[in-house]
Each structure stands twice: as structure tokens, then as C-alpha cells.
């Protein structure tokens, strides 16, 4: 789940931006420590393989010493608090997460790639409409998995052909047992903020992060610094208080959580608090002010607009769109992993939440097949028994 992850206080050294265009700092990147010259790869370097993550498209690019990083160490903590709620796979992998030298053990750098997702369009927190069907950000466009994906299996092809025939690497887009929110802060890519999410001072966290563990001993870029200063206003913001303390997000009380990776019932206690957000939230985002910047106007072809089938919809509007339509619209997207049936859950649970009336009238009388599947037919009596039945 996108931004869930535990991570404690934050006293890393300023770092350079990282933006790749232009190019003109990637000749002045900072070692994050005193080592000589010779030490660091001379057939690949640094400078090298950003200059190259920017010809593919990635927005920021650093390196990160393959190393036991403090705050590696706070996962256990945070599972054993009971935050990872039904994520087993987080407990699962708990120690290969600890460090990246338990996935590869000749790792000694880290790759870290951010790749902005944002887009020219309204935040949720601007839309006064309560029937608006809100989706995250990140799920409109393109699933992010093979779209950055393909940009990572071209570069990892390149560092083959030029890193030499012994380089080992592992490449992961969200999918790996890493902890990428730290190795991207290694990185100097951006800090780690309050709501978990990495913050870069230039784009802001609307990103997508990426790693390549590599065995070449990259020279490291400075770690960056937490410039969060005393600033709460995503712990403030938060629909559900899902953000416990600074640095620290309860997964079980996230709506990203309830709507997404939450494969059953969606706790009767916790329904109301989903408003009109039926798939993820982007609240302790958008009121960031680091995500105050406009986005700028979108780049032809760009992957991350909005399908047709979610675009501007209300919550009766998506409730009625069939079972079919619905299924396609979802196809190669980041929404796959919840398909028809939970996203008609959420559906349900908005039409509740905020007693819209075309909602509740839409979920008493539109009969696609997925409507009658047990589980949607349980949220859907919940919103109507909310309001007179």
C-alpha cells in the first residue's frame, strides 16, 4: 500500500536537488561520505547512470550505499503494533526487508528512481461536490507497475551491457522486499514526511519509486534533509486519524487500506469516515505545502490522465456503469488488484457515508451481476438500512 509504511525521526544532511532536467548538477552530485576516488566503479558511474534514467524518463535518480540504515529498523516495531493489519506479505518478508543484503547479498549500491505522476486536475480537497466518486491520484492512468517497469527492464539492460559481465542486479517497481521510502531518502532523492511519503522539495511526493539493487560500488549521493519542520497539517487532515503520530500511519485506519488492500468487510465502525472516497485518498498529500506547486500542463501521451470510465464521475454514475464496462476500464490499470466486486464495495459504502440520494437510489435499483455477490450485497444493505432502507 502506497504510503503505510513505519519510519521514525529524521536528522539526515541536506541534499542537492534531484531533478533531472536539466542536467546540470548530475556532474556535482555530493558523496554522502569520505571515500577515495578509486573506490567507487570507474567502467559505470553515477553520473552515468542518471544521465541515463533521464533519456528513459525518470524524473529523479540517486544512489544509496547498500547499508544498514537506521531506519530500516523500525518495521518490526510497526508490524508488532498491529499496523500492517490483513498484509501478511509484510510480515512474511520482514526480514529480507531489513536489509537489501539479505535479498542480494553482493549488493552494494541502490538505484533509487522517482517517477511524478501528477496531473493537471483538481485535488479532492478542491472538489465540494460530495457525490464525486474520488480515486487516488496514482490508480487513474496506467498501471505504474508496467509502465515504469519497462523503463526499468531498459535500464538494467544497459547497466549489463556497460557495468561489466559480473554486475549482479534485482530491479523492483513496488513489488520487492525493500524498503524504498528509505534507500530513496539515502538517495537524496527527497525526506520522508510526516505522512510517510517521500517528499521532494522540487516535485513534491506525487511519485512513483523504483530501485535497482546493484553490486557496483556506485558513488553515493548525499541523504536528504527532513524539512517537514513543525508543520502537522497532514496529521490534522486526515479523514480517519490513520496518521498516529509523525512518521507513523496506522494501516488499519488508512482509507487507502479499507478501500484497496482490505479484501473482505469494510469494519461497520470505520464506513462513515469514507466519504466519497471510493478508491484509496490523497488527503495528507494534497494539503502538503510542498504539493501547493501547480502541476503544470500535462505532456502529450503522458500515462498517469484519468480513464474515460472513472473520469469526473459520480458516485451513481459509477454504480451503474456495468459490470463489463467497468471490467475493461479497469484493465491495465493500478485498480486490477480490487476489481469489479470491491470497488462496487466502496461504492456501496460512499452511497452510506454521505446519504447521496442518486447513490441510494442507483444501489436499489441496478442489478449488474457483481451487485448481488455477497459482499457487495452486505454493504450495499448497510447504506440502505443507514437511511430508511
Known sequence: MRGALPLGPHTLSRSPVRRLAPFAWLARAAPCCLLPSDFYNSIVTSAD?????????????GVAPAASHRELAFLPDWLARGFAGEMQYLRRSAER??????????????????????????YSTEIADASAALIARYAW??????????????????????????????????????????????AGLGWIGKNTCVINPEIGSWIFL??????????????????????TLCLDSCPTGAIVEPYVVDSTLCLSYLTIELRGEIPIDQRESAANHAYGCDVCQEVCPWNAQPAGEDPPGTPWLPRAVFDGRTLAQLW???????????????????????????LAVCAGATADADALFA???????????????????????LHGG
Open 49 to 61: 547512470v542518471k544521465a541515463r534514467a533521464a533519456e528513459l524518463g525518470f524524473d529523479l535518480c
Open 97 to 122: 526487508r531489513a536489509d537489501v543484503r539479505a535479498v542480494m547479498p553482493s549488493a552494494r549500491s541502490v538505484i533509487s528512481l522517482a517517477t511524478l505522476y501528477n496531473t493537471d486536475r483538481p
Open 141 to 186: 492512468g496506467d498501471d505504474y507497475h508496467e509502465v515504469i517497469g519497462r523503463r526499468m527492464d531498459a535500464l538494467v539492460a544497459w547497466l549489463r551491457e556497460h557495468g561489466g559481465a559480473d554486475v549482479e542486479l534485482r530491479a523492483y517497481v513496488d513489488t520487492g522486499p525493500v524498503q524504498e521510502r528509505v534507500y530513496a531518502q539515502y
Open 210 to 231: 523504483s530501485e535497482i539493487i546493484c553490486s557496483l560500488p556506485l558513488e553515493p549521493d548525499a541523504p536528504a534533509l527532513d524539512q517537514c519542520g513543525t508543520c
Open 320 to 346: 451503474s456503469t456495468s459490470d463489463a464496462e467497468l471490467r475493461q476500464g479497469l484493465k491495465g490499470s493500478a485498480m486490477t488488484r480490487a476489481g469489479v466486486r470491491r470497488l462496487r464495495r466502496n
Open 363 to 385: 444501489l436499489r435499483h441496478v442489478t449488474e451481476p457483481t451487485c448481488g455477490d455477497p459482499l457487495v450485497a452486505e454493504h450495499v444493505h448497510w447504506a440502505l438500512e
